[in-house]
């Protein structure tokens, strides 16, 4: 009785689509996967659109790989992602002025969440190691910005940021027996970060003169010109590890 109650759990276990999915003959698996990642805006800009142009974040995926040869695969997959962009300021009371609300400290914060969709194509050297390479695309679904200053030392920005971009990605990894594996991609969004008018980042200089007349000091202004500190770019390169499961 129990020799046939085994042969009965092998043969549903074997029918099971997951179990039968993780051997290497699947011609469809599905899995998820974890990723950290380090940001850098790339830009020709003087000033930061956000509160850093370094920042970190991390992605929760859907993949799924589509066997279309012996080492060929389809790697499409369907994720969450984080950005976060954080600068730590500081301004003493002395000589702050009631502008800017006395001393304070603390961190400005950019916080972005996207629907992240990769499509790879992926080499396999089964065991061994695979190569992945394709387009990325993300859609903006969430922007928060939070500063630690005072809210009158702080003016809206006269540009938004992108909903949607594109860009390309690359990364190796490798696969273990049991369906874990481990990987390394590097991604570059072609598509600016931002869109729309970016004139707030013009800053209009003045050069003083002080001069005295009947013992009495008095300022002008010699000089008065307009500096864009924007740019013509604001791309973003990211670094990623990521970890996952093949079920």
């Not at 003087?46 to 012996?70: C, H, L, M």
């Not at 307009?226 to 990623?240: H, S």
Request: with cysteine.
């Amino acid at each position: 009785m129990k020799k046939h109650i085994a042969i009965l759990l092998m043969t549903g276990l074997l029918a099971c689509p997951g179990f039968a999915e993780k051997t290497e003959n699947a011609s469809l698996n599905y899995g998820v996967r974890l990723g950290v990642e380090a940001n850098t805006v790339v830009s020709d800009t003087k000033r930061d659109i956000y509160t850093s142009q370094a920042g970190v974040g991390g992605e929760i995926s859907f993949d799924v790989a589509y066997k279309i040869s012996e080492r060929l695969y389809l790697h499409p997959a369907l994720g969450a992602e984080y950005r976060d962009f954080q600068t730590y300021v500081e301004v003493a009371s002395a000589g702050c002025g009631s502008g800017c609300g006395g001393g304070w400290e603390g961190y400005d914060v950019n916080s972005l969440v996207y629907l992240d969709v990769p499509v790879m194509v992926q080499w396999r050297i089964p065991r061994v190691v695979y190569f992945e390479a394709g387009p990325v695309f993300d859609i903006l679904l969430l922007s928060h910005e939070e500063y630690a200053g005072p809210d009158a030392r702080h003016t809206e920005r006269c540009f938004e940021d992108r909903r949607f971009g594109a860009g390309v990605a690359a990364g190796v990894g490798h696969e273990f027996a049991s369906g874990f594996f481990v990987d390394m991609r590097v991604s570059f969004q072609f598509t600016d970060l931002v869109e729309g008018d970016r004139r707030c980042l013009t800053l209009v200089r003045e050069e003083f003169e002080m001069r005295e007349e009947n013992g009495e000091y008095h300022t002008r202004v010699v000089d008065r010109h307009k500096e864009y500190e924007g740019g013509d770019y604001y791309n973003l390169l990211k670094f990623q590890v990521g970890f996952g499961y093949w079920f």
